[in-house]
């Protein structure tokens, strides 16, 4: 079979926006399936319409060799259809399930033999105030679906606290349950991205520590620092937090049968121990450094991974890289028009601004610099970030 080289994305966010500039340079073709017109890879956008319709995802298929996606939200039904009408969909139903289902994850990821925090599936208050009673009174409550950014997440000391969201799930009349558990007491957050090829071929990039603001992603340092210092290692296989990281990712991967590029979202606990908090399967805020930062930038190896090619370097050109988010952006003023100064102050900084309206909160860029001393990277990508603030 001759190589594929037409790639639909579905879903035009910043995400398909930023597999551009790569197939561009490969010289493949990416389509775009956008939800409506005028979005964030609006330039790209091949076809306008609902990835929640079978015909409507049918259709754009049948201009492409290979299915990816921008986000995880895809119903299972469509994905059927895909892969029943023979289309190559990377990841496959199968493996997106678990970054669409916490609930199903949590329980995968714990059947793998891999580290989570104490966790529940918990169907009324009653159950949740068990299970706040069996944890020193306070958990962490999280809807199953539909949940990004921190919004699907609250942390409880009361039986009732999650009593809305128990309530929209019986509206919704699907009923189901919310995911309790442990507050973890963690140290830091982490992200391990890895990348694999249908044949089975897998890359493992350097863990990164990610910083987050209200439950956004706010930096990340690549790699983790005092990353070399031991953990509680799994099974056996590796002993430093990179180590442990880095099979625990694999491990998942390879148990879920990921295609693509994931990320494992991870704690690192105050007793050493590494724990799976989320999976994403796609290019993901916390490889952003990797685009200016390693040999092989994630969305190239996205790229590389659903067309089944041989995976590219992963390591870092830089001992260290920062990438610091712009949330919100400039009140009144688009990211482009703060350019002058910034450009100035900081030649070093790579910006990057996804064409996005500025509003609270929002990821509507982000800044990257990269060098040897870690404490002046960050300084500097802080401080260029800055100018694209308020
Ligand atoms: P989302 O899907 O919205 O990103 P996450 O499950 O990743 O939600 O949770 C968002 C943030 O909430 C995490 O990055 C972490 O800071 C915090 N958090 C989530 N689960 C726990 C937990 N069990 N213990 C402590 N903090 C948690």
Known sequence: MSTPTTIGVIGAGQL???MIPPAVELGVTIKVLA?????????????????????????????????????EHVPQHVLHALVDAGVPVHPGPDALLYAQDKLVMRRKVAELGLPVPDWAAVESADELGAFLDAHGGRAVVKTARGGYDGKGV???????????????????????ALLAEELVD????????VARRPSGEIVAYPVVETVQKGGVCAEVIAPAPTAGEPAVAVDGAGTTVAEVARDIAVRVAEGIG???????ELFEARDGRVLVNELAMRPHNSGHWSIDGAVTSQFEQHLRAVLDLPLGDVRPRDPWTVMVNVLGGPVGES???????AMAAHPAAKLHGYGKESRPGRKVGHVTVSG???????AEARAAAAFFEG
Do not use: C, N
């Open 16 to 18: 398909a926006r930023m």
């Open 35 to 71: 939800e409506a017109p005028g979005m964030s890879a609006g330039l790209a956008a091949t076809a306008v319409g609902d990835y929640r319709d079978e015909a409507t995802v049918l259709d754009f298929a049948r201009t492409v060799d290979v299915i990816t996606f921008d986000h």
């Open 154 to 176: 609250r942390v409880v000391d009361d039986k009732g606290g999650a009593d809305d969201w128990f309530q929209a799930l019986a509206e919704d009349g699907r009923g189901g």
């Open 186 to 193: 963690f140290t830091r957050e982490l992200a391990q991205q």
């Open 258 to 264: 990921v295609t693509g590029m994931l990320a494992v």
């Open 335 to 341: 990211l482009q028009q703060r350019y002058p100064q």
């Open 372 to 378: 040897a001393d870690l404490d002046r990277v960050l």
